[in-house]
């Protein structure tokens, strides 16, 4: 192995293991605290929702690759519409309570400007994850992000990233993080999350 490349390959191997430390099981971090420290810029409410009010807010890094069904998606081709982000696993008994209410909203808000992207992460294959989407007739696309690479570099330290599984992120019309929660989501929970960026003009 060159000098040149082993810096490279140490890098991702912590990666990968931040990355499975980060995402070590289902639910998050119980003090509302996002990674990188500092002034945050954002406020959890009583339902465990954090929100950036919109002058403050910070985009995304880059969240592309192939998805479950073996397709490419670019989160940032969505740029102009509300996107909602729900990272989830099939292994994951809290992302199977949600997921009949993440069916639900999604199709009611079909041609509002908003979509839905999941992120699959730790499933070793894409079999079960596409089974998972089968069983509660999710209708919208998934990014495959088995060793949680994806969930690690796309959102910017000290930003609403996601910190547990399931988590949900919603960026605004300008690929902003605007909120975030880290738990099972409610229909009204959801709802409630995407409707007052929405609103936004």
């Known amino acids: 192995m060159s000098l040149s ?32 420290g500092g002034n945050t810029n954002f406020v959890t409410n009583s339902s465990g929702i954090a929100t950036v009010a919109k002058g403050k807010r910070v985009g995304v890094n880059e969240i592309a690759g192939e998805t479950i069904d073996d397709k490419r998606l670019d989160v940032a081709d969505f740029k102009g519409k509300v996107v909602v982000l729900n990272v989830w696993g099939s292994w994951c008994s809290p992302c199977r309570a949600e997921a009949p209410n993440f069916k639900k909203v999604s199709e009611s808000l079909k041609g509002k400007d908003v979509q839905f992207v999941g992120i699959n992460t730790r499933d070793i294959s894409k079999s079960p994850a596409r089974s998972f989407e089968e069983s509660y007739g999710i209708g919208y696309p998934s990014l495959y992000d088995p060793d949680g690479r994806m969930v690690l570099t796309g959102f910017p330290k000290g930003s609403l990233n996601p910190m547990g599984i399931p988590s949900t992120i919603v960026l605004d019309r300008e690929g902003k993080i605007a909120a975030r929660a880290q738990q099972a989501l409610t229909e009204e929970k959801l709802r409630a999350m995407i409707d007052p960026v929405l609103a936004e003009k």
């Open 5 to 36: 490349r082993a810096p490279r390959r140490t890098l991702l191997a912590v990666g990968a293991l931040a990355a499975a430390l980060a995402l070590s099981g289902c639910g998050g971090d119980s003090n509302g605290k996002s990674g990188g």
